[in-house]
């Protein structure tokens, strides 16, 4: 215990007296959280802004159109698979999902692009509701929104939108009475909007070849089984009974989302690489204070201080001066993320966060650690240059 005091005292007392150049050493640790948690947010937005909306769908299992290779946008069904589907054994329930990419018409000439998703209400795949209510009707053109269409725009619950839609080569505009509002519902980066199916079809985008198709496409299916536990086998009587489809889970269906695996993949190589710099950058600053100091450590030996106190000591203030740099990064990176507009695909998540801020904390004893061998190691009377 003596031993400890003795080198939390020498550790504290040292970063004291020489504050001004431990605390520029803090800082540069604080430049370094800070962009250690940024990238952690960034990579957990992008990932957020990616998989959102499915991840929260009320169901265990995604059908696609065989050789899809579970890629939303490339499954095309009909009606006579969802009718199917909902026939077999072991599903609960199960709801179509239509997707295109509209544009919001907002004062001042502006657009707000988000994703128009076709949904039945009261099936997997329709939103939880955060205020208002569901579609009176199958044909009513009511529309529920996400909360990020209202943070981005002045649009009010029971506001009329209008969305404008390529119809062949013309442009035409349709108004959406918003009867409610749902949370945490992005599809591909953007913010959504629910409409019922058949209103989808009558104004998402078309080509000429799709103008006089009346019946809903649907792209992918959304299955809820009567008992969750048995999903695997819900799906392997899904592909005994229905023909040219393929099923997924929810995990496989976001890992095959274009692009996810890749991005979330570069994300982390980044992240992981400015651990490695931190590592480095604190390594090689406590070398240089180590030799700058031999003489002093010599005298602490020949004084009888031994190598535990030193080496604590060492630690205790790579610890201190790590720990110091990254609150003051931890609070920079709060301070920051308030000025942010919620465009950027932010998100920080508190396990993410966590686990970054504990690998900061970690790198300073481990980036020291080169220092703390040679700090043991030095022989008083060679320090003294008495040898």
């Not at 400890?4 to 604080?30: C, D, H, M, P």
């Not at 990020?148 to 009475?177: A, N």
Request: glycine fraction near 8%.
């Amino acid at each position: 215990m003596y031993s400890l005091s003795l080198a939390t005292y020498l550790a504290l007392k040292e970063v004291w007296r020489n504050r001004g150049r431990f605390f520029l050493v803090s800082l540069v640790i604080a430049l370094i959280t800070l962009l250690v948690l940024f990238i952690a947010a960034l990579g957990e937005g992008l990932g957020t802004n990616n998989r959102e909306y499915i991840s929260k769908v009320d169901g265990q299992l995604v059908v696609f159109l065989e050789k899809a290779d579970y890629i939303i946008s490339a499954s095309r069904l009909n009606q006579t698979t969802l009718r199917a589907v909902r026939r077999v054994q072991g599903v609960e329930a199960a709801g179509p999902l239509s997707a295109a990419n509209t544009a919001i018409l907002l004062p001042e000439q502006k657009v707000l692009k988000v994703s128009l998703l076709g949904v039945e209400a009261g099936r997997p795949g329709a939103p939880q509701l955060q205020a208002g209510r569901t579609f009176l009707s199958a044909t009513a053109r009511e529309a529920i929104v996400d909360q990020r269409v209202l943070d981005r725009s002045d649009i009010q619950l029971g506001d009329t939108i209008t969305i404008r839609s390529t119809q062949g080569t013309d442009d035409q505009f349709y108004d959406l009475k918003v009867v409610g509002t749902t949370s945490g519902q992005a599809f591909f980066f953007q913010p959504s909007i629910f409409v019922a199916p058949s209103v989808w079809e009558q104004v998402r985008p078309k080509s000429e070849a799709e103008l006089n198709n009346t019946t809903p496409a649907i792209n992918i299916i959304i299955v809820r089984a009567s008992d969750p536990a048995q999903a695997a086998q819900v799906q392997e009587n899904l592909l005994a009974s229905v023909n040219n489809i393929e099923v997924a889970d929810i995990p496989t269906t976001i890992n095959n989302i274009p692009g996810y695996s890749a991005q979330q993949g570069t994300v982390q190589t980044q992240g992981f690489f400015t651990l490695l710099i931190g590592v480095l950058v604190i390594g090689g600053f406590f070398q240089i204070q180590i030799l700058q100091k031999v003489p002093q450590i010599g005298v602490l030996k020949a004084i009888g201080a031994s190598n535990p106190v030193v080496g604590a000591s060492a630690i205790i203030q790579i610890s201190v001066v790590t720990a110091i740099g990254v609150a003051i990064g931890g609070l920079l990176t709060y301070l920051f993320s308030l000025g942010f507009p919620p465009t950027v695909p932010l998100a920080f998540d508190g396990k993410s966060s966590a686990f970054a801020i504990a690998a900061l904390l970690a790198i300073g004893p481990l980036g020291g650690l080169v220092s703390v061998f040679y700090a043991v190691r030095i022989e008083p009377l060679k320090a003294l240059r008495l040898s």
